[in-house]
Nanobody
Framework: QVQLMESGGGVVQPGGSLTLSCAGS????????MGWYRQAPGKQRELVAT???????NFAESVKGRFTISRDSAKNTVTLQLNSLKPEDTAVYYC???????????WGQGTQVTVSS
């Protein structure tokens, strides 16, 4: 069992930055692909970025070059750095932990990011 807790959301002006953190509890944290997803009002939840236990990253095209993702295995944390924020980045951001074998998929409660002038 893995429990995830996000923090760091808030309101920021266009062009600004935010740092989202996700703290995980549970065993075998390194075995999970950690990710951030987001869901805007009236839209489906979408992938933002993922990072494997080995550090391989993947980003949605819409955030490439603006967001970075990192993980600290010693602290069981995953961080999403959001730079050059745009109004269309406004959404609830969710932390995710996934492993295929055995199949496990966990979500945090979400944190709101609002980009507005």
């Amino acid at each position: 069992q893995v429990q995830l807790m996000e923090s760091g959301g808030g309101v920021v002006q266009p062009g600004g930055s935010l740092t989202l953190s996700c703290a995980g509890s549970g065993s075998a944290f390194d075995a999970y692909v950690m990710g951030w997803y987001r869901q805007a009002p009236g839209k489906q939840r979408e992938l933002v970025a993922t990072i494997t236990g080995g550090g391989t990253t993947n980003f949605a095209e819409s955030v490439k070059g603006r967001f970075t993702i990192s993980r600290d295995s010693a602290k069981n944390t995953v961080t999403l750095q959001l730079n050059s924020l745009k109004p269309e980045d406004t959404a609830v951001y969710y932390c995710n932990a996934y492993r295929p074998f055995p199949a496990r998929n966990y979500w945090g409660q979400g944190t709101q990011v609002t980009v507005s002038s």
